[in-house]
């Protein structure tokens, strides 16, 4: 098993440009997250789904959008890339089940720059 | 709202010896609380959970105790090694049922 792999690993962006990250995992999890991880700041949640065809906001949730398609997929899309977008994005997946602890299972990283 | 505190210091100890990160958490109390281990350019990786029922757990060299009253979390590392080095995050579920994390604190262990 993979487990959780994102794509691209690396991104440079204009401002104004948008983009789309991918996230994939190969367990079977139901449910997925976006994070982005900023020095000082821990991780920070953007959005994150429930199930396939299912999104919803997390903590920061602004200049950012989601759709998961497919169980297996969950992509985080940026319309109009900004200089406080600069961070380094993490994809989880968890195999909760109602009621139960969500321990997640993280990719390795996308560090976009916008400049 | 939920708030996890970690020491943002960096610890550095000798190897050999037990390290001891602490988490403290304010407002709502967690059902269980989680450990993971973060290497630079990693993604984080779980180590351990701990429930509120349980006051402690192990795991081959590693130690979580979990104090409900003191709202506080310790993560132990005996007989430390260099490989240990690495940043640890605290993370509980707050009552909207959402993971948050700590900053984490960076361990490193000198040989």
């Known amino acids: 098993n993979a487990g959780v792999t994102q794509t691209p690993k690396f991104r440079v962006l204009k401002t104004g440009q948008s983009m789309t990250l991918l996230c994939a995992q190969d367990?079977?999890?139901?449910?997925m997250y976006w994070y982005r991880q900023d020095p000082g700041m821990g991780l920070r949640l953007i959005h994150y789904?429930?199930?396939?065809?299912?999104?919803a906001k997390g903590e920061v949730p602004d200049g950012y959008n989601v759709s998961r398609l497919k169980k297996q997929n969950f992509l985080l899309g940026l319309e109009s890339a900004a200089p406080s977008q600069t961070s380094v994005y993490f994809c989880?997946?968890?195999?909760?089940?109602?009621?139960?602890?969500?321990?997640?299972?993280f990719g390795p990283g996308t560090r976009l720059t916008v400049l | 709202s939920q708030k996890i505190e970690q020491n943002s210091e960096a610890l550095n100890i000798q190897e050999g010896k037990t390290a001891t990160l602490t988490c403290n958490y304010t407002?709502?109390?967690?059902?269980?609380l989680q450990w993971y281990r973060q290497d630079p350019g990693r993604g984080p990786v779980f180590l351990l959970l701990?429930?509120?029922?349980?006051k402690e757990k192990r795991k081959e060299r590693l130690k979580v105790t979990f104090d409900t009253t003191l709202k506080q979390s310790l993560f132990h590392i005996t007989a430390s090694q260099p490989a240990d080095s690495a940043t640890y995050l605290c993370?509980?579920?707050?009552?909207?049922?959402?993971?948050?994390f700590g900053q984490g604190t960076e361990l490193s262990v000198k040989p």
């Open positions: 989880a997946s968890s195999p909760r089940a109602t009621g139960g602890a969500d321990t997640q299972y």
């Open positions: 367990m079977n999890h139901e449910y």
């Open positions: 789904s429930v199930g396939e065809g299912t999104t």
């Open positions: 407002n709502y109390s967690p059902a269980y």
């Open positions: 701990i429930r509120e029922n349980e």
């Open positions: 993370a509980l579920e707050n009552q909207g049922g959402k993971l948050i």
